[in-house]
């Protein structure tokens, strides 16, 4: 196994809860509350997980776009924040990212020459004369025409619009891309359209993606690995394949039951009980135990470790004291319904 390009270890990240005259914090959010993960080198690593569950606060935390309240996060081996800026300058070269509206996420009084090299210019990787011959070799790594340089984000659909946003993250040639639900806002047919561009950007420059999707059709055409996020935790990973097909967790089997009927084999859907707690107050012991169907005693006493499961060691995890039970068994329907 190669070494990892990212490391997030024990990550953590709160957002204080202030009331009263003197804004005192009297609780916190736990948005992100102990996430560890890997990314090697042209992986594709899926996150997953309902609304609020964490995901984009999580690479938005990786990016530095939020600020830790623990943990650690390395890059290459090189620790990330807290740093100087300028410290951190040549590592933002190696990560990028894409965000999910491609309509906020491109500065409309720019045109797309000035957004295509603008961070080339602020490394110091060109010179000025050399931005036009620069922009439209991008353009032409994301299937555009060079016409379109003098022209502003308004004047583009949005699968253009997201064709550019990739453009401007390949600029500084980076080696990880962090998607933010990249494809969600895109009609179906430019979808693929936009998931193949980035298959292919992948093969022709050993691209790593940490990318976000609601989409479990999507996550099964593009990620090697899959990490299923509930209420700020990681409760499964493993190979995208055989998450997919033989889910262990409780909640990844709901999840991926919720599949519609053309992307997944038949099975029984799940419906879970309740409602998902509060992030303010996240339940003692399993995050998932108030609506867990093979819900124990011990569930509610003490949070399960990531532990391996199945005949590959290491490949496959889940934070569920009845993993191994639950191994192997067919998906079944919630006694509560």
């Excluded at 036009?132 to 790594?141: D, P």
């Excluded at 055989?242 to 053309?262: C, E, F, M, Q």
């Amino acid at each position: 196994m190669t070494t990892p390009l990212l490391q997030v270890k024990n990550l953590k990240t709160w957002y204080p809860i202030r009331r009263g005259v003197l804004s005192r914090t009297v609780g916190h959010v736990h948005a992100v509350d102990g996430v560890s993960l890997e990314v090697h080198p042209g992986e594709t690593l899926g996150i997953v997980g309902e609304s609020g569950c964490g995901k984009t606060t999580l690479v938005r935390t990786i990016m530095g776009l939020e600020h830790p309240t623990a943990g650690e996060v390395h890059l290459g081996g090189t620790r990330l924040w807290p740093q100087r800026h300028r410290d951190t300058l040549p590592l933002r070269r190696r990560m990028q990212m894409v965000f999910q509206d491609p309509y906020s996420s491109l500065n409309p009084r720019m045109t797309i020459l000035d957004i295509l090299t603008e961070g080339l210019l602020d490394h110091g990787l060109i010179r000025p004369r050399e931005r036009q011959s620069n922009a439209v070799r991008l353009l032409a790594e994301v299937g555009m025409e060079p016409s379109v340089l003098h022209r502003y984000p308004h004047e583009f659909s949005g699968g253009q619009r997201q064709r550019i946003s990739i453009a401007r993250a390949m600029a500084l040639r980076p080696e990880l891309v962090i998607c933010d639900e990249a494809v969600s806002a895109l009609d179906v047919s430019v979808r693929a359209q936009v998931l193949n561009l980035l298959l292919d950007l992948r093969a022709s420059h050993n691209l790593a993606y940490l990318f976000i999707a609601h989409d479990l059709g999507v996550i099964r055409h593009i990620a090697h690995r899959v990490a299923v996020m509930y209420l700020g935790v990681v409760v499964e990973t493993g190979p995208a394949a055989d998450l997919l097909k033989a889910p262990v967790h409780p909640y990844t089997r709901a999840l991926i039951s919720a599949i519609p009927a053309p992307y997944r084999e038949a099975r029984n859907r799940i419906a879970l009980s309740g409602d998902v707690p509060s992030a303010a107050r996240p339940p003692v012991g399993c995050r998932f135990h108030t609506r867990c169907p093979f819900a124990q005693d011990r569930c509610a006493a003490s949070h399960p470790p990531l532990s391996p499961v199945g005949p590959q060691e290491g490949l496959h995890s889940v934070a569920c004291f009845r993993a191994q039970e639950l191994t192997g068994k067919p998906t079944v329907n919630s006694p509560n319904n």
